[in-house]
């Protein structure tokens, strides 16, 4: 049995409010789970201390036996210093699509006949 720890949503709509589970990696988002660990209000401001609750003891006990956290999760892990999330780079993300560049290369040629004239 694979474990996740991993956000279940809870809430209203449009007033999202997560709770951070400890659930097999078979079972639903929103379905059964093992343990719950904390919680996370994105409504809250950024700079607020209940944004982000998290049972440090027991989100340990799980890694330890081999539960997985997903990457937000993860993030919030190593904001708490519990667990260490690597950066990712990826640098072809901001380059343009291919029509993208098909356009900038007719506006400059347009731009070149309009000066040669």
Known sequence: MSLKIRLARGGSKKRPYYTVVVADARSPRDGRFIEKLGSWNPMLAKDD?????????????????????????????????????????????????????????????????????
Do not use: Y
């Open 49 to 117: 201390a209940n944004r982000i609750v998290i049972n440090g003891e027991r989100v340990t006990h799980w890694l330890e036996h081999g539960a997985q956290p997903t990457d937000r999760v993860l993030r919030f892990l190593d904001d708490a210093g519990l667990a260490k999330r690597e950066a990712r780079n990826n640098p072809d993300k901001a380059k343009p699509g291919k029509k993208a560049e098909e356009r900038v290369k007719e506006k400059a040629a347009k731009a070149e006949a309009a000066a040669a004239e």
